[in-house]
């Protein structure tokens, strides 16, 4: 990923979430409001790679108890504002998810978001996301496809970055697959993710 904004990704999302406008809207996600039925009232819920906090905040005014882990420095200190503002009680946390010391077996859910990671940490961050879920824990996801390097709606520009339904499938396969599939969708959710798109959406229960 030489030569790439990419390369350095805490630099490039302070410098996206330092922009005034939500360049992801302030609307949650739609496939995680449209999943969020199959969510715990009240529960735990934890939102890795929140940006800005869009989705965190959605979950915590919808009820349920959340916690955001973010690198951005910048896009954690918008979130934390937001909450705070709204009046909402979050736990929002600055870390990279590599390092984050991951908690076990503590959430009722987990929202992942557009959270695209390279190969050699993807596959032990998507572990670490089971298993901090308790057992019947959810796990929603969504991200880009390979698909979407036809699009200019959003998304990572690298083939190692996207994902596919075999891809999540490997990962969590300790867990069962309530749904799993390759779509394309219209997004709008803000300037960044505007337009006909390619993605796949998964969620995933832990026996
Ligand atoms: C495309 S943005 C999506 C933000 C949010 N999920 C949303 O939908 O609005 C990807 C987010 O993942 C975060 N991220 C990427 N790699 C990360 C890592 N290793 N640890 C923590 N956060 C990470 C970025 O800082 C950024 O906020």
Partial sequence: MANDKWANPQKMWDERFGRAEPVYGEQPN???RAQAHRLTPGGRVLVPGDGYGRNGIWLAREGFQVTTVDLSP???????????AAGLAMS?????LATWNWPLGEFDAVACIFLH???????QIHGKM???????GVLIIEAFTPAQLQHSSGGPK???LLYTAEILREDFAAADALELLEVDIDL?????????????HGVFRKP
């Fill in 92 to 96: 929002i946390e600055e870390a990279d």
């Fill in 130 to 136: 089971l298993a901090a879920l308790k057992p019947s």
């Fill in 158 to 160: 690298q083939l190692e």
């Fill in 74 to 84: 910048i896009g954690v200190e918008r979130a934390r504002k937001s909450a705070q």
């Fill in 188 to 200: 709008d959710e803000g300037r960044m993710h505007r337009g006909r798109a390619a993605v796949v």
């Fill in 30 to 32: 739609a496939y995680l």
């Fill in 117 to 123: 990671l390279p190969p050699d940490l993807r596959p």
